[in-house]
């Protein structure tokens, strides 16, 4: 008798209540397991986006700098400032506007031509609500030049705002405004430095630019 009872004990199965308590601890322990893995892939993808916005911020305001510096060492090379980045008259498709205008002898590869590419090109930098950051842009030697307005390419459509750095020298500080500011005597003054302020999603940042200096202040405030 005692044989037959410890034979049935050993071949004993779960237990209904045994086998839904495991069902319950594994049911948990995917669960947990479900939200870590889903914990770290949303942090990757922050970060990945972050790290995506941060080389792109920092890509535009390089080729910014690489433009106004281009124009700059042209216009030494040719014995004079014209074609440096200053405040300039600018004819735009959406009307006239005063803005930062250089000049490039080569171009640049966000030009969109239709054709043969150009060289002397005018180039004006600009930001609208629409489009963000915009390069103005048209060759010297096209036919209509004095009178068509500039083309447009958008460098960055994640730039907010565009403002100007000007330095105080009596009060020793930076003063950042919103335009191109006029000077005392009836010309609009060249910033020494540019500001792009970046937004995509909850990410924030702003790249400053300096400029290469430009004995030229730029055209009537009018």
Known sequence: MNRRSTSSRRVRGFTLVEVLLALVLLAALLTALNQFVFSITEVWTRR???FVFI???RAVARHVEELVQTAAVAARRS???LGAAVPAECPLPQGRATLLQFDLPAGDRVMGWTGQPLPEVQCALGWTGEDGLVLYWKSRLELDFASAPLRKAV???YVTALSYDYYDDIAGSWQTK?????????TYLAPSRLRLRFR???EETEEIITLPDSAEEGVPAY
């Open 55 to 57: 080389q792109h911020t």
């Open 178 to 186: 919103a335009d191109l500011q006029p000077g005392p005597n009836g």
């Open 48 to 50: 990945q986006e972050h």
């Open 155 to 157: 460098l960055s459509p």
């Open 79 to 81: 014995g004079t400032t």
């Open 200 to 202: 995509h999603g909850k």
